[in-house]
């Protein structure tokens, strides 16, 4: 499998492209159009920066949206950073070059992989409470966030919604590193992403004109309804 690419060229390589999320949504589900006359279609938002994004896909799109839960394994000495990711149902994905990059210790390696899936858990209680997932079996998965750096998070997400036996997985993005796209490309049936970027250094934060850290309240709020 290789995927299908979906970008925007005259983006190519910049910045400050989009004037926020709920933007990037827009001319997301512009792409993402030909999906909206499918019964079997579901956005899957990964919290917390891709609910304002899939929000509005699944609006513009009139298809139903859920929300799925992964975390990055946090670096011991940098969390903001990661080596790696675990989702909902206790996939892990690990960047091997990096662990090893990085020396850490199995000791640390495990530890932070606990932590994520703590954290994990809290969060599914947070946003789905007793809620299940919604049968996904020959669904056309559209996984959504607002953006990729590493890849590793999107990847480990895909790999778990595989699991369900989709008829199709799209992975829609505002932007992303290209190492990223390449990572996912073998992947997925198709990557819809507006902003891509190569380079020795890549931020997500980069291709907005206002960034901010959204919290899991602020997701939330516009995932009920109560926010833009």
Known sequence: MVAKIVEEPTLRERVQVFRDRFQAGKLLAEKLREYCQEKNAIVLAIPAGGIPVGNVIAKELAVPMDVV??????IPWNTEAGFGAV?????????????EQLGLTNEEIEESISKAKRNVQERLRKFRGDKCLPQLRDKIIILVDDGLASGFTMLAAVRSARKSQPKKIIVAVPTASLGAVELLMPEVDEIVC???????????????????????????RILFGKGK
């Open 87 to 99: 989702t909902w149902d206790g996939e892990t994905i690990l960047n091997e070059p990096l662990v």
């Open 194 to 220: 507006l902003n891509i970027r190569s380079g020795p250094s890549f931020a997500v934060a980069a291709a907005y004109e206002n960034w901010y850290d959204l919290t899991d309240e602020d997701a939330l």
């Open 69 to 74: 839960i992964v975390r990055k394994t946090q």
